[in-house]
C-alpha cells in the first residue's frame, strides 16, 4: 500500500501533472497533495500525527 496514490487534504487520485510530495513539518510522514489542493491552498491533516498545515 502506497501513501502516494492519493491527495491527503481531498483523498482525490493522484494521476494528473503538478501534484507534490513533502514530508510532515512534525513526524516527516509523506504527505501528499494534488495540483487543485496546492493551487487553492486546501490545508492539509497529517494522518499519522494529525498536524494540521495550510
Ligand atoms: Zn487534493
Ligand atoms: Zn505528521
Redo the contacts with the bound molecule.
Keep these: 500500500m502506497t501513501t502516494r496514490d492519493r491527495?491527503t487534504?481531498?483523498n482525490?487520485t493522484l494521476a494528473e501533472e503538478g501534484s507534490t510530495w513533502f514530508p510532515c513539518p512534525v513526524c516527516a510522514h509523506e504527505i501528499s497533495?494534488?495540483y487543485?489542493?496546492r493551487e487553492q491552498s486546501?490545508g492539509y491533516t497529517c494522518p499519522k500525527c494529525g498536524f494540521q498545515g495550510p
Design positions: 491527495c487534504s481531498c482525490a497533495r494534488c487543485r489542493c486546501i
